[in-house]
C-alpha cells in the first residue's frame, strides 16, 4: 500500500453517524492490543481553549523530559498533524502500517453497520502511535461533549474541562448545565477534574465530580494575565495553593492565561512537574492560528475561533490594539451562530466574506446576512485566499486584518505565509548561457533557456489556476494528489526563468489569492539574500573556547590561545569567526550562564578590531544577549531557538541569526526519529522557525538556516541534506553548512580515521550548490576547496 492510498481511505470515512457511544472506538482498540494500556493519558475537553490547553501541557511536560504524545482536531492541512509525537506528526509509514493493520477490524465493524467515523478511527490511530512510541503521557483533546467522544475510550489519569458554552445543542443538551454534565463524564477516577468553567457550568460540574477551579480570582489556581510584555506576548501569573510562578505567553489573552493554568494544574498532577519546568514549558508553546500574528503594516491576525464565546474572546484581545479600520476575513461552517459571532466583534469596516473549500461552509449570503448590521461594507470573495489578498491590499499600514470565523478559513489564509515553491533542480546558468553565444548564434540574442524545476504544494482549484497559466506561457506543468498532504496538490513547474516570469505576472494580475506564489517564484529564480555580503561562499572559522569539544575541546580554551588561533584563522582566509563556550558533543557536561559568559564574552571583546564579522555559537539568550553586547555581529543557535527570549534579544540588537535544525542540544544519540523526506521536514520545520523568528522583530534577509547535519539525523540523512542544499533557498534566507569532522564520516573514515579528507569533500558539495557559509575547523584547507569551486563558477 502507497501512503496516498491509506490517506485516501482514511480520508473518505463518513463524518457523522447516528450512533454515539465509546464502543467502536474500544473494539479498534482492543483489535490494535490496547495500545493505551501502557500510556497515561490526559483528556482536555470544553467549548474553547481545548487546543491551546493540549499544546501548553504537551510543551511543559516536553520541557520536564518527558516524551509526550499529542492528539488535537481538527489538522490545519491535513489528519496527520493531528497526531503528534514530541512536535513531530505521525509518519507516513506508521499511518500505512496502522491502516493495514485495523483493516480487518474495519470491515467485521462495517458487516455489523458499525462503521466508525473519520474522527474515531485516526483517535485509534493517535492512541495506537503513541502506543508504539511508549510515550510517558499522551495528551487527547475531545472532540465533541466527553461522555460519548471517541476519546472517552481510554482510562485518563487526568483530566480537564476548559470552559462552556452552548454548542452542539442537538447532541449534549440544550443549555449550558446539561452540556457541562456531558463533558465533566471525562473526570478521572483518582484526580479531580480541573476546571476553568464558571457559573452554571462549575455548578453543574460539581455534582457530577469534584474539581480543582481555575480562574482570575476565586478559585483554587489563580491565573491572571498581567499585560503584555510586547505586542507577541503576554506576562502571566499562576498562584496554586502551595505553588506559584510568573512567566511570558505567546498566546495572548485573559482566556490564554487561564488555558495555562489549567496546563499547569494537569503537569502536576500527572508528573509533578516543577515550577521552574512549567513556566519554561509555557513560554515556549505556540499555537498556530490562535491569535497568530504574521504580519504587520497592517497587522495581519489569524484566529480560528468558531462560536459567539470564541468570538467575543477574541474581541476582549483585539481591544488592546490600536488601528484604524477592522477588516475582517470571515469564513465559518454552516451550523454555526453566525449573526451571534458577527455580533460580538468590534465594528467591522469592512467583512470580506468567502467559503473554505468544504462542503459544509456556509454560504455567502447566509453570512452577509449575519454582518449586515455589523460592518460598514460587506464583500462576497470566492476563496479565502483571494479574500485575504483583497483585505491586505486594501488596508492602510495602521489597520488591522483579521482572518477568522473557523480553523478552515485559517488554514487557507495562512498557506500565504507558509506555502513554500521550492527549487528542485537547475541548470548551470554560466554554461547555458555560453551554449548560445551571441558570436555563434546572432539570432539567438537575448535567448533564455535558464531552466529551473519547482514544486509547491497547493490547494486543488489552485493547483488548476497556476497550470492553466504556466501552459499559456509555454512551460510544463504536472499534478498529482499522491504524497502530497492531505488537501493539496502536488504542483510541478519546469520551464525557463522568462516563463516562470510570465507565470508570476499572470498570478498577480489574476488576483485570485495567489500573489504570494508569484512572489515566492520570484524570490527563487532571483535567488535568496547574502546576509554576509561576501563574493561566494564565506568560511566561518570555528573557535571553541570550551575544554570538551569533540574535536579541538581543551585546544583554546585559554585566552591567549583563543586570540591567536582567532588572528591565525583570519590569515588563513577565515571570513566569520564563531566563538562557543559550550560543548554540543553528545554526552557533554551542561555550562551554567554565567561560566558560558564568562568563557565567550573575552574573547568576543578581543576579536573587536578582526576585519571580520564574530559571531557567538550559544542556544542561551543570556549568552547571547552578553556577546551581542561586547561586539559580537551574529548568534549562531544550534537549538534552533529553544530559549523562547532569543529570538528578542537578536532583534534588539539588530543582529544577524543562524537557525539551526535540530532533535536535540547538546546531541542525545538517543532521541532519533524518522523522516518521510528528510529535506521537506526539515525544510517546513525550519520554515516555521523563520516565521517566529520574523514575528519578533528579525528581517528574513538576516537569517541564515543551517540543515543540521549530525544532530538528529544519521549519516545517509545528513549528506542527502547537503546534496539538496539548494531545496532551502526556498525559505529566502541564506544557508549554512555545519559538516566539520563530524561522526557522519565514521563510515567513510572509520572510527578513528582522518576526517579531514571527507570534510572537504562535503565542503565542495556544499559550496557547489550554492551554501552561502561553511563553518570549519581547518579554515586554510577549505578556504582552499572554496576558492576553487568559486573560481569553476
Known amino acids: 500500500m502507497q501512503y496516498?492510498?491509506?490517506?485516501?481511505?482514511?480520508?473518505?470515512?463518513?463524518?457523522?453517524?447516528?450512533?454515539?457511544?465509546?464502543?467502536?472506538?474500544?473494539?479498534?482498540?482492543?483489535?490494535?492490543?490496547?495500545?493505551?494500556?501502557?500510556?497515561?493519558?490526559?483528556?482536555?475537553?470544553?467549548?474553547?481553549?481545548?487546543?491551546?490547553?493540549?499544546?501548553?501541557?504537551?510543551?511543559?511536560?516536553?520541557?520536564?523530559?518527558?516524551?509526550?504524545?499529542?492528539?488535537?482536531?481538527?489538522?490545519?492541512?491535513?489528519?496527520?498533524?493531528?497526531?503528534?509525537?514530541?512536535?513531530?506528526?505521525?509518519?507516513?509509514?506508521?499511518?500505512?502500517?496502522?491502516?493495514?493493520?485495523i483493516d480487518p477490524c474495519l470491515d467485521r465493524l462495517a458487516a455489523e453497520d458499525d462503521m466508525p467515523t473519520h474522527f474515531e478511527v485516526v483517535t485509534a490511530m493517535a492512541v495506537d502511535h503513541f502506543g508504539r512510541e511508549d510515550v510517558d503521557v499522551a495528551v487527547l483533546e475531545v472532540g465533541i461533549g466527553g461522555r460519548y467522544d471517541a476519546t472517552s475510550a481510554v482510562s485518563p489519569v487526568a483530566s480537564a474541562v476548559t470552559s462552556v458554552s452552548l454548542e452542539h445543542t442537538e447532541l449534549l443538551g440544550d443549555t449550558v448545565?446539561?452540556?457541562?454534565?456531558?463533558?465533566?463524564?471525562?473526570?478521572?477516577?483518582?484526580?479531580?477534574?480541573?476546571?476553568?468553567?464558571?457559573?452554571?457550568?462549575?455548578?453543574?460540574?460539581?455534582?457530577?465530580?469534584?474539581?480543582?477551579?481555575?480562574?482570575?480570582?476565586?478559585?483554587?489556581?489563580?491565573?491572571?494575565?498581567?499585560?503584555?510584555?510586547?505586542?507577541?506576548?503576554?506576562?502571566?501569573?499562576?498562584?496554586?495553593?502551595?505553588?506559584?510562578?510568573?512567566?511570558?505567553?505567546?498566546?495572548?489573552?485573559?482566556?490564554?492565561?487561564?488555558?495555562?493554568?489549567?496546563?499547569?494544574?494537569?503537569?502536576?498532577?500527572?508528573?509533578?512537574?516543577?515550577?521552574?519546568d512549567i513556566a519554561a514549558g509555557l513560554r515556549q508553546a505556540t499555537l498556530p492560528g490562535r491569535f497568530e500574528i504574521l504580519d504587520s503594516d497592517p497587522t495581519a491576525v489569524l484566529d480560528g475561533s468558531h462560536n459567539p464565546g470564541a468570538m467575543a474572546t477574541l474581541a476582549d484581545v483585539l481591544d488592546r490594539f490600536?488601528?484604524?479600520?477592522?477588516?475582517?476575513?470571515?469564513?465559518?461552517?454552516?451550523?454555526?451562530?453566525?449573526?451571534?459571532?458577527?455580533?460580538?466583534?468590534?465594528?467591522?469596516?469592512?467583512?470580506?466574506?468567502?467559503?473554505?473549500?468544504?462542503?459544509?461552509?456556509?454560504?455567502l449570503d447566509t453570512l452577509a446576512a449575519a454582518f449586515e448590521g455589523n460592518a460598514a461594507e460587506v464583500s462576497r470573495v470566492p476563496s479565502v485566499p483571494e479574500a485575504t489578498e483583497r483585505a491586505l491590499?486594501?488596508?492602510?499600514?495602521?489597520?488591522?486584518?483579521?482572518?477568522?470565523?473557523?480553523?478552515?478559513a485559517v488554514a487557507e489564509a495562512r498557506d500565504r505565509w507558509t506555502r513554500l515553491v521550492v527549487p528542485k533542480a537547475g541548470g548551470h546558468a554560466a554554461s547555458e548561457r555560453d551554449a548560445?553565444?551571441?558570436?555563434?548564434?546572432?539570432?539567438?540574442?537575448?535567448?533564455?533557456?535558464?531552466?529551473?524545476?519547482?514544486?509547491?504544494?497547493?490547494?486543488?482549484?489552485?493547483?488548476?489556476?497556476?497550470?492553466?497559466?504556466?501552459?499559456?506561457?509555454?512551460?510544463?506543468?504536472?499534478?498529482?494528489?499522491?504524497?502530497?498532504?492531505?488537501?493539496?496538490?502536488?504542483?510541478?513547474l519546469s520551464g525557463t526563468a522568462?516563463?516562470?516570469?510570465?507565470?508570476?505576472?499572470?498570478?498577480?494580475a489574476d488576483g485570485h489569492g495567489l500573489s504570494h506564489v508569484a512572489g515566492r517564484i520570484r524570490r527563487t529564480i532571483d535567488g535568496p539574500p547574502d546576509p554576509l555580503d561576501t563574493d561566494g561562499p564565506a568560511v566561518m572559522g570555528i573557535l571553541n573556547v570550551t575544554p570538551d569539544s569533540f574535536h579541538d575541546g581543551g585546544e583554546h580554551d585559554d585566552f591567549a590561545a583563543a586570540v591567536a588561533r582567532a588572528e591565525e584563522m583570519v590569515a588563513a582566509g577565515a571570513d566569520v569567526i564563531d566563538v562557543g563556550g559550550e560543548s554540543t558533543r553528545?554526552?557533554?557536561?551542561?555550562?551554567?550562564?554565567?561560566?558560558?559568559?564568562?568563557?565567550?564574552?573575552?574573547?568576543?571583546?578581543?576579536?573587536?578590531?578582526?576585519?571580520?564579522p564574530v559571531s557567538v555559537d550559544t542556544r542561551k539568550a543570556a549568552v547571547a544577549d552578553a556577546a551581542l553586547s561586547a561586539g559580537a555581529d551574529i548568534v549562531n543557535d544550534v537549538s534552533g531557538l529553544s530559549d523562547p527570549e532569543m529570538r528578542f534579544v537578536v532583534a534588539d540588537h539588530d543582529a544577524a541569526l543562524v537557525l539551526m535544525h535540530s532533535l536535540s542540544a547538546p546531541v542525545d544519540p538517543d532521541r532519533t526519529r524518522t523522516y518521510d523526506d528528510v529535506v521537506d521536514d526539515v525544510l517546513r520545520e525550519l520554515s516555521e522557525q523563520v516565521l517566529l523568528a520574523q514575528r519578533a522583530g528579525i528581517e528574513r534577509e538576516q537569517i541564515l538556516v543551517d540543515p543540521g547535519c549530525g544532530f538528529g539525523k544519521d549519516a545517509d540523512e545528513s549528506f542527502e541534506l547537503v546534496d539538496r542544499l539548494p531545496e532551502f533557498e526556498a525559505l529566502g534566507c541564506g544557508t549554512m553548512v555545519g559538516h566539520?569532522?563530524?561522526?557522519?564520516?565514521?563510515?567513510?573514515?572509520?572510527?578513528?580515521?582522518?576526517?579531514?579528507?571527507?570534510?572537504?569533500?562535503?565542503?565542495?558539495?556544499?559550496?557547489?550548490?550554492?551554501?552561502?557559509?561553511?563553518?570549519?575547523?581547518?579554515?586554510?584547507?577549505?578556504?582552499?576547496?572554496?576558492?576553487?569551486?568559486?573560481?569553476?563558477?
Open 740 to 793: 566539520s569532522r563530524k561522526s557522519m564520516f565514521a563510515d567513510v573514515t572509520g572510527p578513528s580515521g582522518d576526517r579531514l579528507p571527507p570534510t572537504l569533500a562535503v565542503t565542495a558539495m556544499a559550496a557547489e550548490r550554492g551554501a552561502d557559509v561553511v563553518r570549519v575547523h581547518d579554515v586554510a584547507e577549505n578556504d582552499a576547496v572554496v576558492q576553487s569551486v568559486d573560481a569553476t563558477r
Open 586 to 612: 553528545p554526552g557533554a557536561d551542561p555550562v551554567s550562564v554565567a561560566e558560558e559568559i564568562d568563557r565567550v564574552v573575552p574573547v568576543v571583546e578581543a576579536l573587536a578590531d578582526l576585519d571580520v
Open 436 to 492: 548560445l553565444d551571441v558570436e555563434s548564434f546572432p539570432d539567438a540574442a537575448g535567448a533564455d533557456i535558464d531552466h529551473h524545476v519547482l514544486q509547491a504544494f497547493l490547494r486543488p482549484d489552485q493547483a488548476e489556476r497556476v497550470a492553466r497559466r504556466f501552459e499559456a506561457a509555454g512551460g510544463d506543468c504536472h499534478r498529482s494528489a499522491a504524497d502530497a498532504p492531505g488537501k493539496f496538490v502536488a504542483t510541478v
Open 177 to 276: 448545565a446539561e452540556i457541562a454534565r456531558d463533558k465533566a463524564q471525562v473526570a478521572p477516577e483518582d484526580a479531580p477534574l480541573v476546571t476553568a468553567a464558571t457559573g452554571d457550568a462549575l455548578d453543574a460540574i460539581r455534582t457530577e465530580t469534584d474539581v480543582v477551579t481555575v480562574g482570575p480570582a476565586d478559585a483554587d489556581v489563580v491565573a491572571v494575565e498581567n499585560g503584555m510584555r510586547c505586542a507577541i506576548e503576554s506576562e502571566v501569573s499562576l498562584t496554586g495553593p502551595d505553588w506559584a510562578l510568573e512567566t511570558n505567553l505567546q498566546l495572548l489573552g485573559q482566556h490564554q492565561a487561564e488555558n495555562a493554568g489549567v496546563a499547569a494544574t494537569l503537569a502536576r498532577q500527572v508528573a509533578g512537574v516543577d515550577t521552574r
Open 393 to 408: 491590499a486594501d488596508a492602510d499600514a495602521d489597520d488591522f486584518v483579521l482572518v477568522t470565523g473557523s480553523l478552515y
Open 4 to 101: 496516498h492510498e491509506a490517506a485516501d481511505y482514511l480520508e473518505s470515512l463518513q463524518r457523522r453517524r447516528p450512533k454515539l457511544g465509546t464502543e467502536t472506538t474500544a473494539r479498534m482498540l482492543s483489535h490494535l492490543g490496547d495500545p493505551q494500556a501502557g500510556v497515561d493519558c490526559v483528556q482536555v475537553a470544553g467549548s474553547n481553549g481545548k487546543g491551546s490547553t493540549s499544546r501548553l501541557l504537551a510543551q511543559v511536560l516536553r520541557a520536564a523530559g518527558l516524551d509526550v504524545g499529542v492528539f488535537t482536531s481538527p489538522g490545519l492541512n491535513g489528519f496527520r498533524e493531528q497526531v503528534q509525537v514530541n512536535g513531530v506528526s505521525v509518519p507516513k509509514a506508521r499511518v500505512i502500517d496502522f491502516v493495514e493493520r
Open 498 to 508: 522568462h516563463q516562470l516570469a510570465a507565470l508570476a505576472d499572470a498570478l498577480e
Open 322 to 363: 490600536d488601528y484604524g479600520d477592522l477588516r475582517v476575513v470571515f469564513g465559518a461552517m454552516a451550523d454555526k451562530d453566525h449573526a451571534a459571532m458577527a455580533e460580538a466583534l468590534p465594528p467591522v469596516d469592512t467583512a470580506y466574506l468567502a467559503r473554505p473549500g468544504l462542503d459544509r461552509a456556509a454560504d
